[in-house]
């Protein structure tokens, strides 16, 4: 199992700092490439190589850059949903980030798009998050860690599959640097990054896990590293076992497969006398 | 010289961070994928590759998932003493750190375990740690960094082994990454890990040093992470030389060996004179 | 496209930090490297591969080493502007910005040098530097990132080139370690840096990029990433496809391409209500 | 010309963080190695491949282990001063750097060493540094970054030789680690950083510089970072044309050296005007 994600978050992440951040023209910028040059750039490479792929869109990004929106629709690719802001939910109040999430269903609407699934921005949901998902009618969420297969979470609104994603299959530690706001601090060689990935996907079939790539248009848009990630999947492709699916086809077949059972998600209690530090 | 050892830690180095982070349902997944998922996955490869272990398990993880740890003592590996809380013993008074110290002996002892040895949370022991090591009845420490083969420390309790573990041997410096609490900052690549714990255990063996292996369940648990470790036991296994045993077999032999002198672990004292900042 | 970049920064972007830092001397001979050594090397690398570079030097080291100027002028490369005081735009006002803009004028006007171009002191320009480009006179900015083409820039004083530079294509970030002020904390293999610069410039070709390499002479200077550089312009001028000009030829291309639209450069508005932190 | 030199801070450096330090066993015990362990395996391998070498040696570290400095001044090699306490010059007063200064030259003069050169501690000299070096009749200073060849400074109390070191050859920036004081948070791979160090020599050796080296026994005296230091060591030794000398002799054969002009220290002065920021 494999797929392959890319959250387009242009300016989003860095104004969810501070809106002061709009003031720096090189942060702005930098971020802008995403939509501007990386998203097509990107719909191309997926072109030749054949393989589907769902782009996580925050509200304010589909906003600001309308046609990235269209040709992401046109090339027939999944559309899901980023939040509005790109705001740390776990930094919400239930109401806010209900209000966000809303406002980003509504953002997508207006392109005709009922997305199907939803990742936390940053991966920081609130416990009641997957709730949410399902209460706005989406099967899936792709947010949280506690494993590397999909499983289902059951909520008072539903059951929701939970597509985890991790740290280690991201770009934004391999390749982000922004000294202000400090998004990054690291470039990594895209000739390294792509040798990990090959290796983490090869030992990942041979574990029966699930390969969920999350790349961002303002960083993996950068030539080299739109290179090196094209190698990432024809290498895998070529090996004839590895499939690249949409995160909606893993939901579905997430939720229609009887070995999964349901549970609730159990937030954590912890005892002020073990822990008296908050 | 090698042990394998395996800090099943889970939550507990991030709820030590403050109570507050047990609201992150990111961070709290990220963390129990290492009993979930990780354990499960390692005591598989331990069998592949016939090798015995020790686990580090805390206290409030034992109580959490006492399923993984049945499946550990089922497997035959060591189970041994790293703190109830992940507290780091450096910050507590004595007396939080005995009654902490209380607490995981208690857990453990719930399942049938009495612990030989113990490793202190974040290998930050107080001066009195193996001191106290001694006065529970256990044969051996793992925490100090003075040397890189084993050696015997007198309390006032007894005399305890200590068998040094370092930084470059532990899987979190290479892979962990987690933004809040900011627990890692970097993601290396498993290749080059695996590359670097081979050359270190072959110059450990021609030094006479002891390989001593830390790795965490929510880190090494991950598919690559998890075939560069046994890489690294599968190459050093076929040198025909090492040995990897667990801890306390080595304190045993520490215990047993007439050239190691027990010496009393001496605090240093510094001048305010020469160091006025406190 | 290529350019080959030099921002001779020496003590200004620590002084920027804060002028208390005059007081370190290994920071100021740490910076002091660059003019001093590293120019003088790398103007002797450039002959021997022959090929033409840009040196952005502030108007506070120009005054400082007037000879190292004369050494540039002398080489026949070109000289632009990268500030006077090395001080971020974006934190200071328009009037402070245009005073900084002025002084770094005639401290190069004093050695006959009408620069043609301007880079923005750690790429942290205002809204309105481009306008202050067109100002000034001068035909092209490299502080932007939302491409990696040249394109134009619509300002209220004219037209001005864009020439987009990159964190990824800059040796800061590779090379630069300086503990107070902490002004970089890594220090890669110049091997590892070659490597990947190869591989950008590679993809580049493919992509029509620009590869906009920037490199200051305090870090590349030294030895062993001189070397790794020389290699990558070897090596990408020996695939007889990819020519390196200065940036000035850049933007005498880009303002006379009928392709290129000018737009004008417009702010990111921020609505307090989606982003209540200021 | 190539110089190898061991700083053996020992506890020194955490302490200079702060001496609340010395209540943290792991920590005291980190940098304990240096001394105990990794400076009779470096004494071992200097002799294995015959190479002289320098020991720059606090006070305090001195006076702690007495039977280090000993077995440092049996085997041969150069004795150095690094400052009594390993506290910064940089944040001392004139007095209070003095007094230092003199402690350093008491406590190694008890066992009969008069040091002929010296390393400011975390090479963070004041601008009167050389002065006071040549005060207490030394030769040399290895504390500035300007160049790397070796230079001389001209001071009241006479002429200095400057070896001038750098980040780039110093162990620290590719192992340390040590959370807390935080004092270093990378591990480099010693295969990546002999590979470094052997380019950077071979670089150098081509450009007729200096290559200065700085290990730390408590960072290098670990097995696979030894090994990798031999190996750097005897690939140069086989070139033929590179030369390990004592910093004692660069000294000698600098200020021997009729090219070499003695110039003053000038501390650069900056305008209050273009740096507002203090």
Chains 1, 2, 3, 4 share one sequence.
């Not at 280690?168 to 998004?183: I, N, T």
Request: glycine share 6%; hydrophobic share 40%.
């Amino acid at each position: 199992m494999a797929a392959l994600t890319f959250d387009v978050d242009a300016e989003s992440p860095v104004l969810a700092e501070g809106r002061r951040h709009a003031e720096s023209a090189m942060a702005m910028t930098h971020q802008a490439f995403g939509p501007k040059v990386g998203v097509p750039r990107i719909l191309q490479m997926l072109k030749d190589v054949g393989q589907p792929a769902t782009f996580f869109i925050p509200g304010v990004t589909a906003e600001r850059y309308p046609q990235m929106v269209e040709q992401v629709l046109e090339s027939g690719h999944e559309i899901a949903h980023h939040s509005h802001t790109h705001r740390q939910a776990v930094h919400l109040t239930l109401d806010e980030e209900r209000r966000d999430f809303d406002l980003a269903m509504k953002a997508l609407g207006r392109f005709g798009i009922t997305p199907k699934g939803h990742r936390a921005a940053m991966w920081q949901p609130s416990w009641q998050t997957p709730s949410l998902v399902a209460e706005f009618g989406l099967k899936y969420d792709s947010s949280l860690m506690d494993s590397d297969t999909p499983y289902l979470i059951e909520t008072e609104s539903g059951t929701v599959a939970e597509l985890p994603p991790h740290w280690s299959l991201d770009d934004w530690e391999q390749y982000a640097f922004l000294p202000e706001p400090r998004l990054g601090e690291i470039i990594q060689s895209p000739t390294i990054v792509a040798d990990m990935w090959i290796n983490e996907i090869d030992a990942m079939r041979r574990h029966g896990s699930l390969f969920m790539l999350t790349c961002h248009p303002f960083l993996t848009g950068r030539a080299g590293r739109l290179e090196a990630l094209r190698k990432v999947i024809e290498t895998a492709a070529d090996w004839g076992d590895v499939r690249f699916t949409t995160c909606e086809s893993l939901a579905d077949a997430a939720l229609a497969d009887p070995a999964l059972v349901p549970a609730p998600l159990v937030p954590i209690t912890v005892s002020e006398d073990l822990y008296p530090d908050y």
